[in-house]
């Protein structure tokens, strides 16, 4: 799958506002496929929308598909503005707030990309709970080796016990790209 061209967009507006934490193309591709097995009337939740590219993968996915909602939170207004500057189709919402917060007040869905500290280090019961029965979470950049400061990589290995640990999951560690675990909540 070549890079579309919003993704192409957003990874540029990223790259001129100096923002360097962008979802990875191989990320991407993983995210574009599960977001075409969404079911009809689902939900997809991005937590991190940063410049909008894991956001424009996830689109990508959809090849147009207006039956279903994606719901991308970021806390902050700057990223959240570059990420409002692409056309993206009307069932696409962008939210700004905490990932933790926010998570525990949209509902649920078929599909969460958890790309923030918001969701992911924090509130990470609750994202896991937001999962529909056989809805997917994919974490990404979780490879601690890649995180040797201030105790992230610590951290990161939480969140992995958390999730390989979680008896209502079934759980795939990826090896590539910045490490990704990618889990289904069981049915």
Same mark, same amino acid.
């Given at each position: 799958?070549?890079?579309?061209?919003?993704?192409?967009?957003?990874? /540029?507006?990223? +790259?001129?506002?100096? &923002?360097? !934490?962008?979802?990875?193309?191989?990320? *991407?591709?993983? #995210?574009?496929? %599960?977001?075409?097995?969404?079911?009809?009337?689902?939900?997809?939740?991005?937590?991190?929308?940063?410049?909008?590219?894991?956001?424009?993968?996830?689109?990508?996915?959809?090849?147009?598909?207006?039956?279903?909602?994606?719901?991308?939170?970021?806390?902050?207004?700057?990223?959240?503005?570059?990420?409002?500057?692409?056309?993206?189709?009307?069932?696409?919402?962008?939210?700004?707030?905490?990932?933790?917060? /926010?998570?525990? +007040?949209?509902?649920? &869905?078929? !599909?969460?990309?958890?790309?923030?500290? *918001?969701?992911? #280090?924090?509130? %990470?019961?609750?994202?896991?709970?937001?999962?529909?029965?056989?809805?997917?979470?994919?974490?990404?950049?979780?490879?601690?080796?890649?995180?040797?400061?201030?105790?992230?990589?610590?951290?990161?290995?939480?969140?992995?016990?958390?999730?390989?640990?979680?008896?209502?999951?079934?759980?795939?560690?990826?090896?590539?790209?910045?490490?990704?675990?990618?889990?289904?909540?069981?049915?």
């Amino acid at each position: 799958m070549s890079e579309p061209e919003s993704v192409s967009r957003c990874r /540029e507006r990223a +790259r001129d506002a100096g &923002f360097e !934490l962008s979802c990875e193309p191989e990320i *991407g591709r993983l #995210l574009a496929t %599960l977001a075409a097995a969404v079911p009809k009337g689902g939900r997809i939740l991005e937590l991190g929308t940063g410049a909008g590219v894991g956001l424009a993968w996830i689109t990508s996915g959809l090849d147009g598909r207006a039956d279903l909602e994606v719901v991308s939170v970021e806390s902050d207004a700057t990223m959240l503005g570059l990420a409002a500057a692409e056309d993206w189709p009307d069932t696409v919402r962008l939210v700004q707030g905490d990932g933790a917060e /926010e998570v525990r +007040r949209q509902g649920d &869905f078929d !599909l969460v990309f958890a790309d923030a500290p *918001g969701g992911k #280090l924090e509130g %990470l019961g609750d994202t896991i709970a937001c999962l529909t029965p056989g809805g997917v979470l994919v974490v990404d950049d979780m490879d601690p080796a890649l995180h040797t400061d201030d105790g992230f990589g610590e951290a990161l290995e939480r969140v992995r016990d958390d999730i390989v640990g979680d008896r209502r999951l079934v759980a795939a560690e990826l090896a590539f790209s910045s490490g990704a675990i990618v889990a289904t909540r069981r049915a």
